[in-house]
């Protein structure tokens, strides 16, 4: 199996200042293809700190990515050192020069001349197009690995990643490169709750390119089918059979597939029925609204938000300033308020999503009563559930939940609902 490493640059990666999230995304969607990290290093703006990781890397992996260090100012010292490790001459590439020429002119602006550093490649390099930045990505061999220097902009090096440096490490991999990469999206199931529904799935096709991985971000966990083959038909031929069997061991669980998300299947749910929607939270700062009233189209669909901390605030914002604020948070205080946030709006749905969090310092123990409701003209439907794990953890969780319990309730499947394993 090829040797990969992956080597971050920079002061604030180093220090802490910014969370290296390129490294975590590099290595995700390497993972993705079934190449897998062996080693990661996280380098200062330093030389000859720089130089003996190229040189050490360069020693014991078969290919290197190294992101950072290709901007235009003092302490951006990729190419120079790259040049350096590879004992090789630093030389002006004209080609990438007047690209960025070009880039600054379409916008009406010159450019500095502290950019033309950025077309500054050690001799041997061959060029990685940056179709989006003035960063040129460079590919060259140090030792016995070859080397991928990508830009630290994410949104550049995400680009260049999976158009460009993905595909040659597979083809230097020996790999097939026909690969489709399947994601289920769910909410309610831990992971290795999951991991024991679908165990056995792999084996459905029996030559082993079918490779099941999990990756939790709380609230959702994302189960991904990873298949290699032949041709692009050959991998979807095999998947067919597993895909079939994912959806059905998870069944209701899975509230999206793919690039689809919670709120984009809620929002497209609403606006297939011509539905609107009001929504009332608190202690969310709002993060319920901020999912959907974002998204195009929600225009048509999102008629009002209500946020507050206290009960009673809620109450009088919807018209229920007769109602009680005091007492245990319970279901019919949801449905009520639901009620009447939808009679108030005019919506034909709305989402209530009620706290009551424990006493306390917070810490992993501390945990919150979360009451929902959701109304329409004829019905309401509500649920009562408890998350511990601290106050961001039930935040969290009370967000996911209500968004999850309306994409439920608009698919007609019950708003509460487990899977007992031992019967699974």
């Known amino acids: 199996m090829m040797r990969i490493e992956i080597i971050c640059t920079g002061d604030e990666v180093l220090t802490g200042k910014i969370v290296n999230t390129n490294f975590s995304y590099i290595?995700?969607?390497?993972?993705?293809?079934?190449?897998?990290?062996?080693w990661e290093t996280t380098v200062g703006d330093d030389r000859e700190s720089l130089l003996r990781a190229l040189r050490l890397a360069?020693?014991?992996?078969?290919?290197?990515?190294?992101?950072?260090?290709?901007?235009?100012?003092?302490?951006?010292?990729?190419?120079?050192?790259?040049?350096?490790?590879?004992?090789?001459?630093?030389?002006?590439?004209?080609?990438?020069?007047?690209?960025?020429?070009?880039?600054?002119r379409r916008r009406s602006r010159v450019m500095p001349p502290n950019n033309r550093k950025q077309a500054m490649l050690p001799a041997t390099a061959e060029v990685i197009d940056n179709p989006i930045g003035t960063a040129c990505g460079f590919a060259l061999d140090i030792g016995q690995a070859r080397f991928f220097f990508t830009p630290g902009v994410p949104r550049e090096l995400h680009r260049m990643l999976e158009e460009q440096i993905i595909p040659r490490l597979l083809a230097k991999s020996g790999m097939q490169t026909?690969?489709?990469?399947?994601?289920?999206?769910?909410?309610?199931?831990?992971?290795?709750?999951?991991?024991?529904?679908?165990?056995?799935?792999e084996e459905l096709v029996p030559d082993g390119s079918v490779k099941l991985g999990f990756r939790a971000?709380?609230?959702?966990?994302?189960?991904?089918?990873?298949?290699?083959?032949?041709?692009?038909?050959?991998?979807?031929?095999?998947?067919?059979?597993?895909?079939?069997?994912?959806?059905?061991?998870?069944?209701?669980?899975?509230?999206?597939?793919?690039?689809?998300?919670?709120?984009?299947?809620?929002?497209?749910?609403?606006?297939?029925?011509?539905?609107?929607?009001?929504?009332?939270?608190?202690?969310?700062?709002?993060?319920?609204?901020?999912r959907l009233a974002h998204l195009p189209g929600a225009d048509k669909v999102f008629c009002r938000g209500v946020v507050a901390?206290?009960?009673?605030?809620?109450?009088?914002?919807?018209?229920?300033?007769?109602?009680?604020?005091?007492?245990?948070?319970?279901?019919?205080?949801?449905?009520?308020?639901?009620?009447?946030?939808?009679?108030?709006?005019?919506?034909?749905?709305?989402?209530?999503?009620?706290?009551?969090l424990d006493e306390g310092a917070d810490r992993i123990d501390l945990?919150?009563?979360?009451?929902?409701?959701?109304?329409?003209?004829?019905?309401?439907?509500?649920?009562?559930?408890?998350?511990?794990?601290?106050?961001?953890?039930?935040?969290?969780g009370a967000v996911e939940m209500g968004l999850d319990c309306l994409r439920r309730y608009l698919q007609n499947l019950p708003v509460y609902e487990r899977i007992d394993f031992e019967k699974a």
Not at 71 to 97: C, I, K, Y
Not at 180 to 198: C, P, Q
Not at 310 to 334: I, M, Y
Not at 383 to 390: C, E, Y
């Open 58 to 104: 360069g020693e014991r992996a078969d290919a290197v990515i190294v992101n950072g260090g290709l901007g235009p100012t003092v302490d951006d010292l990729s190419q120079e050192v790259a040049a350096q490790a590879a004992r090789v001459e630093l030389v002006l590439n004209d080609e990438w020069l007047t690209r960025m020429e070009e880039f600054f």
């Open 367 to 396: 945990g919150g009563t979360i009451c929902l409701a959701i109304a329409t003209e004829h019905e309401v439907a509500s649920r009562r559930s408890r998350i511990l794990g601290g106050r961001e953890w039930v935040r969290l």
């Open 178 to 201: 026909a690969i489709v990469l399947k994601r289920f999206h769910s909410y309610g199931l831990g992971e290795s709750h999951v991991d024991a529904l679908l165990r056995g799935v």
């Open 217 to 290: 971000h709380y609230p959702q966990l994302e189960t991904k089918l990873t298949v290699r083959g032949t041709d692009t038909e050959d991998t979807r031929r095999k998947l067919a059979p597993v895909e079939r069997e994912v959806r059905k061991r998870l069944g209701n669980f899975i509230l999206s597939e793919d690039d689809a998300t919670l709120e984009g299947v809620v929002l497209a749910g609403l606006a297939s029925r011509q539905g609107s929607l009001s929504i009332v939270e608190t202690f969310t700062s709002g993060a319920i609204a901020a």
């Open 27 to 38: 290595s995700q969607k390497l993972e993705d293809v079934g190449l897998s990290v062996r």
């Open 309 to 356: 901390r206290a009960l009673g605030e809620v109450c009088a914002a919807v018209g229920l300033e007769g109602a009680s604020a005091t007492g245990e948070l319970t279901r019919e205080t949801a449905e009520a308020v639901a009620r009447a946030a939808r009679r108030q709006t005019g919506a034909t749905h709305a989402l209530a999503v009620l706290i009551d």
